[in-house]
C-alpha cells in the first residue's frame, strides 16, 4: 500500500482560501480528496485520473474548489477558494489503482487526514 501525506489544513474565514497538499509515495490510477465533518459520513469532493487529467467534483464544491497534481504526479493539490463553515472537516487524502476515478467509487489507499475549520 502507497503512503499518502496531507498537509495545508488550518482555519480560515468565511470566504477565504485555503490549498491542501498530498504528497504520494507512488502514482496510481486516481486520485481524490475526500473529507468528513463532525458526526456526518464521509464523502467524496474531487477526484483526477492521473493519466488522462479528468477531473470529477461534488456538486457542493464545483466551481469553488479545483484538483490538480504537479507535473511528476506525486504531488496532488486541493485548491479551495469562497470557503464556507460547511466545508468544515478533516479533509482526506486517497487513491486506486484501476477503475473509475469518481468521487463515488472506492478507494483503497488513504492518507491520515487534514483538519480545515471554517469560521469567523
Known amino acids: 500500500e502507497g503512503q499518502l501525506v496531507e498537509s495545508g489544513g488550518g482555519v480560515v474565514q468565511p470566504g477565504g482560501s485555503l490549498r491542501l497538499s498530498c504528497a504520494a509515495s507512488?502514482?496510481?490510477?486516481?486520485m481524490g480528496w475526500f473529507r468528513q465533518a463532525p458526526e456526518k459520513e464521509r464523502e467524496g469532493v474531487a477526484a483526477?485520473?492521473?493519466?488522462?487529467?479528468?477531473?470529477y467534483y461534488a456538486d457542493f464544491v464545483r466551481g469553488r474548489f479545483t484538483i490538480s497534481l504537479d507535473s511528476a504526479k506525486t504531488t496532488l493539490y486541493l485548491q479551495m477558494n469562497n470557503l464556507k463553515p460547511e466545508d468544515t472537516g478533516v479533509y482526506y487524502c486517497?487513491?486506486?489503482?484501476?477503475?473509475?476515478?469518481?468521487?463515488?467509487?472506492?478507494?483503497?489507499?488513504w492518507g491520515q487526514g487534514t483538519q480545515v475549520t471554517v469560521s469567523s
Open positions: 483526477i485520473n492521473t493519466g488522462g487529467g479528468s477531473t
Open positions: 507512488r502514482t496510481l490510477r486516481c
Open positions: 486517497a487513491a486506486k489503482s484501476s477503475g473509475s476515478c469518481s468521487t463515488s467509487a472506492v478507494f483503497h489507499d
